[in-house]
């Protein structure tokens, strides 16, 4: 009695943006300024993303949507690497979850160990049996990249950098980034450590989720402290074009950046990591963060509660049902082919009664050149209860008998 269908729809020219949610260190000399070339260098094989591949000077790269998890650029992004600082994000991470917790205070002072005064690369100068306010700590953990900041922080909650290296791990296990493996807090040089793009991505995206209170911190240009005044090493922070989050430099690992920036509503994060100097760092992000928004942009197909298709009902109380998608759906897609995206909805009529508000009736289907392809449940958007018999009874006698 029930019959497949499918109705095929283009999509719409007009699009909406929205900001709906749906991761031996060196102290390195300031980063570079210059204009981002027109033109990246490639390096081994080239980026994939949905416009097709392109080159990249980064070895390894991902770029990513955050309001709607869109993997933008993708080169290696799943292979294990040397993290340097960018270690650092997970420190910071812990620390933003101690203060929400009130286990820290941003006013409270915190001692300094030998260990954290000794501590060689970046450094935000600490005092020699001295204590820092946490949020100086946290200024000079994100903008100074100050290693002993990093050692004060873990010593204090976990009584040593072991063992708040072993909340490092269970942190990024409860995230999911499966390639992650941390041996300090810091980022300093260790053949045990490391992480890939695409687990940094993810570690990014929670800190400005779950910590926004917080995340204000990443986009300050210069911090102050015993005397030294040190800037910014993200030059996609210094220059304004983003408001977070780290660099790194290891030997080992190279020149890397984790950045985001907000545009009228659409976030996007960027990291790269394998460049072969400070100025490149700053000119490849530059480049891709500018690329993620001017090839690509957020696209709303249905509201929460919008009706995407009505279909009929077979003894019901009610002749039909409404479709829902039963959240916000927007996607990312690249300017260009938006035009050509195909939306089709997929379900079997007559659905017969009863039916529950949010019972599963059929599925929109999003594909097309450039679009990540998907598919979303679609859902009954109200409570169709079964006719008494007698009322089926007339249906099924209309149905055979009348053809109605």
């Not at 000077?57 to 770029?63: M, W």
């Not at 949507?65 to 292979?79: E, I, Q």
């Not at 100025?279 to 993620?292: D, F, G, M, P, Q």
Request: hydrophobic letters at 40%.
């Amino acid at each position: 009695m029930t019959q497949s269908l499918t109705r095929r729809i283009l999509l719409a020219t007009s699009s909406a943006l929205v900001a709906t949610p749906a991761l031996a260190q060196r102290r390195a000399p300031r980063a570079g300024r210059g204009k981002a070339s027109a033109e990246p260098v490639p390096t081994g094989n080239p980026a994939q993303t949905p416009l097709g591949p392109i080159d990249t000077a980064a070895k390894y790269a991902i770029v990513v949507d955050y309001n709607t998890g869109a993997t933008l650029l993708d080169k290696d992004a799943d292979v294990q690497q040397p993290p340097s600082s960018m270690t650092k994000l997970m420190t910071a991470y812990i620390v933003y979850g101690m203060l929400k917790i009130g286990r820290l205070k941003l006013d409270q002072e915190l001692p300094v160990s030998d260990k954290a005064w000794r501590m060689q690369g970046s450094k935000m100068f600490v005092p020699q049996g001295g204590s820092v306010k946490v949020e100086d700590l946290i200024r000079g953990m994100i903008i100074q990249s100050g290693n002993d900041a990093c050692i004060v922080l873990a010593e204090a909650i976990a009584g040593s950098e072991d063992q708040f290296v072993d909340q490092m791990n269970a942190h990024a296990k409860d995230l999911g980034m499966t390639n992650t493996h941390y041996a300090n807090c810091t980022g300093w040089p260790d053949a045990t450590q490391h992480m890939s793009m695409r687990d940094i991505a993810t570690l990014t995206a929670h800190i400005i989720h779950d910590y926004p209170e917080y995340y204000h911190y990443d986009k300050e240009t210069s911090f102050k402290y015993n005397g030294i005044n040190q800037e910014n090493r993200n030059s996609l922070v210094v220059k304004g074009l983003a408001d977070g989050l780290k660099t790194g430099h290891t030997d080992a690992g190279g020149y890397g950046l984790v950045g985001s920036a907000d545009r009228g509503g659409r976030r996007v994060i960027l990291v790269v990591n394998g460049l072969t100097s400070m100025h490149a760092r700053a000119e490849e992000s530059e480049k891709l963060l500018e690329w993620s928004f001017r090839e690509f942009e957020n696209v709303t197909l249905f509201r929460a509660g919008d009706t995407v298709e009505t279909i009929k009902v077979w003894l019901g109380t009610e002749p039909t049902v409404p479709l829902v998608g039963g959240r916000d759906l927007t996607i990312t897609m690249p300017k260009q082919w938006r035009n050509t995206a195909k939306i089709e909805v997929q379900y079997n009529a007559p659905v017969e009664a009863p039916i529950g508000r949010g019972d599963t009736l059929g599925k929109l289907v999003v594909s097309g050149q450039g679009v990540p392809a998907m598919q979303v449940p679609l859902l009954a958007g109200a409570d169709v209860p079964r006719k008494g018999l007698p009322g089926r009874a007339l249906a099924v006698l209309g149905h055979y008998v009348l053809g109605s």
